[in-house]
């Protein structure tokens, strides 16, 4: 949920690259879109200027302001922006149309231009090369496997959307520089099946041989320091709690 340091789920991912006609651009790729998190966006990027959304899974937490980015694309005073990528699991236009209330036979195809995200189904966005992995959740959810250009050479960052532990968030967290670990959970909870604790996280980190852990979906009731020491139980690299605003370069 948001919470009074943070709005919910959304990450900003950026690389350089080269349009279709060879003119240096930066892409943008948001991955996911929680409450209030369309509104933050703006103090880091012209949202005008996306080029794709990945919603990781259809939970109010990840995607809610897809309502608020199909307004601003429908009536921006400039005149419509025009459809983007969503890549998003089955379901997400009718997911966006229950949020959105207005009109049941609205397709938001002037907004929107829908994928359908499958495990391993690899799709590109400029010099971004995303792969898809179905993770361990509530509803069918998807971890993120990006490979695109790094400071030295091709960079890797793995995002793990909401999951609990399980082999296929190994794989697509193997050898990564960056895996940015959902922690919705702390030892305290005991059911299965839904987010992680720290030292679940800590322990696929260490399993995928990942650079650098970074923690996130942490509750806002939950103390920080109680994730981060669990995850020190099973984890044994760098290790970030994430912040609004926090940066990486890869
Ligand atoms: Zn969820
Ligand atoms: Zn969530």
Redesign the pocket.
């Known amino acids: 949920m948001s919470g009074p340091a943070s709005p919910a789920s959304c990450y900003l991912l950026q690389a350089q690259g080269k349009d279709a006609l060879g003119v240096p651009h930066t892409y943008s790729v948001v991955f996911d879109l929680g409450p209030g998190s369309f509104g933050q966006l703006w103090n880091y990027t012209d949202p005008t200027k996306l080029d794709a959304l990945v919603l990781s899974?259809l939970?109010a937490?990840?995607c809610s302001d897809i309502v608020s980015m199909q307004v601003h694309r429908r009536w921006h005073p400039r005149g419509a922006l025009g459809p983007i990528p969503v890549y998003a699991p089955k379901g997400v236009k009718d997911r966006v149309r229950g949020l959105d209330g207005f009109s049941p036979r609205d397709d938001f195809s002037g907004e929107f231009q829908f994928h359908q995200l499958k495990q391993g189904r690899v799709f590109n966005v400029g010099p971004l090369e995303i792969t898809p992995f179905a993770s361990w959740?509530?509803v069918p959810?998807f971890a993120f496997r990006v490979k695109g250009p790094g400071k030295d050479g091709d960079a890797i960052f793995t995002y793990s959307g909401?999951s609990d532990e399980c082999d296929t968030l190994v794989q697509a967290a193997a050898n990564s520089d960056l895996f940015l670990s959902e922690c919705g959970f702390t030892s305290e909870d005991e059911v299965r099946g839904i987010h992680m604790s720290g030292e679940r996280a800590g322990r696929v980190a260490q399993n995928s041989g990942t650079k650098k852990l970074v923690l996130t979906h942490i509750q806002p009731w939950t103390d920080r320091d109680v994730a981060r020491r669990e995850a020190e139980t099973t984890w044994r690299g760098e290790l970030e709690i994430a912040r609004p605003g926090m940066r990486f370069e890869l």
């Open positions: 899974h939970h937490d990840h959740h509530s959810a909401d």
